[in-house]
């Protein structure tokens, strides 16, 4: 959703209906087993040794995650939660443990809960490395029309973008496609607009994935993701500090907004440019202003209880407890998250970006996060104890060493 990194989009098919035969009967396929290969470097632990469970504040993560088994519970039961994480089990593995969640009333109720139904398994990631950033739903002044300092557009999907993936392809006006464009390209050759805005606040947007516009008038329109031109993300901030343009501590999006501002516009455009990453959106009613953006999930995100993730890796709609530190978060900091979102630049099976909420204020906070941490995914308990019986008895031994779940 949308940020440190930028949130993906859900697909649509409309069907038209149309005079047909009646089709043939199609045969029934069988269950969908799942394959219960591990997460990376699994190992499983007890709660009462996962760091700071007992004072951690879990409730906005059950709320959070609440969402995600709402979104869960529409699908087939025999179908894989993720079928590129298919050692989280299938849909009908969570269904119970979901419906138990009506019973959570308290932060007491909600630890008693997820330490009867859930087993934590510690995931490390092959390479060492951890990171943990922190993201937000920006709020930016807008106009219809451009007007100074307004001048912007908030870039709409444009129609010469043909879904492929992460691939996107353009269609050209002879009929034949190429790969689509990145931003300096796509700037130089204009795009229609859903509303003006300042253009490092635009550019911002389009790293945060999502956002609301406001306007004179009072009236709020969400700016949300629609799809992205392919390109590779790549960091701005580094740049401008390879070239000396920032030192390391000003690296915040506070710190290159001022630079930006310092700069001018030709040299602001010329560091935007240096990410050819390329965020376009579609605009959609406020709605309720209570509720954060829609994630990757489908659902709307929890205040630090979404997280996103690499989906390639971890599955969507799965609760997390992590530990880590921010100057936003009070310092150390451990918590229940479920991840709902992803992003282009959340590569990693220990990589998670963190949603602080909407405005200004979320988003300093979310701006003083990036820091290494530790990260356990918690499962139901059949998927924990199949996956762990799995994993003795692989070849490769990942979780080599542990006798039994807690």
Same mark, same amino acid.
């Given at each position: 959703?949308?940020?440190?990194?930028?949130?993906?989009?859900?697909?649509?098919?409309?069907?038209?209906?149309?005079?047909?035969?009646?089709?043939?009967?199609?045969?029934?396929?069988?269950?969908?087993?799942?394959?219960?290969?591990?997460?990376?470097?699994?190992?499983?632990?007890?709660?009462?040794?996962? &760091?700071?469970?007992? =004072?951690?504040?879990?409730?906005?993560?059950?709320?959070?995650?609440?969402?995600?088994?709402?979104?869960?519970?529409?699908?087939?039961?025999?179908?894989?939660?993720?079928?590129?994480?298919?050692?989280?089990?299938?849909?009908?593995?969570?269904?119970?443990?979901?419906?138990?969640?009506?019973?959570?009333?308290?932060?007491?109720?909600?630890?008693?809960?997820?330490?009867?139904?859930?087993?934590?398994?510690?995931?490390?990631?092959?390479?060492?490395?951890?990171?943990? $950033?922190?993201?937000?739903?920006?709020?930016?002044?807008?106009?219809? =029309?451009? +007007?100074?300092?307004?001048?912007?557009?908030?870039?709409?999907?444009?129609?010469?973008?043909?879904?492929?993936?992460? =691939?996107?392809?353009?269609?050209?006006?002879?009929?034949?496609?190429?790969?689509?464009?990145?931003?300096?390209?796509?700037?130089?050759?204009?795009?229609?607009?859903?509303?003006?805005?300042?253009?490092?606040?635009?550019?911002?947007?389009?790293?945060?994935?999502?956002?609301?516009? *406001?306007?004179?008038?009072?009236?709020?329109?969400?700016?949300?993701?629609?799809?992205?031109?392919?390109?590779?993300?790549?960091? *701005?901030?580094?740049?401008?500090?390879? *070239?000396?343009?920032?030192?390391?501590?000003?690296?915040?999006?506070?710190?290159?907004?001022?630079?930006?501002?310092?700069?001018?516009?030709?040299?602001?455009?010329?560091?935007?440019?240096?990410?050819?990453?390329?965020?376009?959106?579609?605009?959609? &009613?406020?709605?309720?202003?209570?509720?954060?953006?829609?994630?990757?999930?489908?659902?709307?995100?929890?205040?630090?209880?979404?997280?996103? +993730?690499?989906?390639?890796?971890?599955?969507?709609?799965?609760?997390?407890?992590?530990?880590?530190?921010?100057?936003?978060?009070?310092?150390?900091?451990?918590?229940?998250?479920?991840?709902?979102? $992803?992003?282009?630049?959340?590569?990693?099976?220990?990589?998670?970006?963190?949603?602080?909420?909407?405005?200004?204020?979320?988003?300093?906070?979310?701006? $003083?996060?990036?820091?290494?941490?530790?990260?356990?995914?918690?499962? &139901?308990?059949?998927?924990?104890?199949?996956?762990?019986?799995? =994993?003795? *008895?692989?070849?490769?031994?990942?979780?080599?060493?542990?006798?039994?779940?807690?």
């Amino acid at each position: 959703m949308l940020r440190s990194l930028a949130a993906l989009t859900l697909s649509f098919v409309l069907v038209s209906c149309q005079s047909a035969p009646p089709p043939r009967p199609v045969p029934v396929a069988p269950p969908q087993q799942p394959v219960f290969s591990p997460p990376p470097a699994s190992t499983p632990m007890a709660y009462h040794a996962l &760091p700071g469970w007992n =004072s951690a504040q879990i409730l906005p993560g059950l709320e959070a995650f609440k969402r995600s088994c709402a979104r869960i519970e529409t699908r087939p039961g025999n179908s894989l939660l993720s079928a590129k994480a298919a050692w989280a089990g299938s849909v009908s593995d969570w269904t119970a443990a979901c419906a138990a969640l009506d019973v959570v009333a308290d932060e007491a109720s909600a630890r008693t809960v997820m330490e009867t139904l859930f087993v934590p398994i510690g995931v490390s990631a092959p390479d060492g490395k951890s990171r943990f $950033t922190g993201y937000f739903e920006p709020m930016y002044e807008a106009r219809r =029309s451009p +007007v100074p300092p307004f001048t912007e557009p908030v870039p709409a999907l444009p129609a010469d973008l043909i879904p492929n993936g992460a =691939s996107p392809l353009q269609r050209l006006p002879n009929g034949q496609t190429r790969a689509y464009p990145a931003r300096k390209d796509i700037v130089a050759g204009g795009v229609s607009a859903i509303a003006y805005a300042h253009p490092s606040d635009v550019f911002f947007l389009q790293i945060q994935g999502s956002g609301r516009l *406001t306007f004179p008038d009072g009236s709020t329109t969400r700016a949300v993701y629609a799809a992205h031109n392919g390109q590779p993300f790549r960091s *701005t901030a580094n740049w401008l500090i390879e *070239t000396g343009r920032i030192r390391a501590g000003e690296a915040s999006m506070q710190g290159i907004r001022a630079w930006m501002d310092r700069a001018g516009p030709a040299e602001a455009r010329l560091a935007m440019n240096q990410n050819p990453r390329f965020v376009f959106f579609r605009a959609e &009613p406020e709605g309720d202003p209570s509720l954060g953006p829609v994630g990757a999930q489908g659902v709307p995100l929890t205040p630090l209880g979404s997280m996103a +993730v690499d989906t390639d890796i971890q599955p969507l709609g799965v609760p997390m407890f992590v530990e880590t530190s921010a100057p936003g978060l009070g310092g150390a900091w451990s918590g229940l998250l479920v991840s709902q979102d $992803t992003g282009g630049a959340i590569k990693g099976a220990v990589r998670g970006d963190l949603y602080f909420g909407t405005g200004m204020a979320a988003g300093d906070r979310a701006g $003083t996060m990036n820091a290494p941490g530790r990260l356990w995914v918690l499962l &139901p308990r059949a998927v924990a104890a199949r996956l762990l019986a799995s =994993s003795r *008895t692989a070849s490769t031994g990942a979780l080599g060493g542990v006798a039994s779940a807690p």
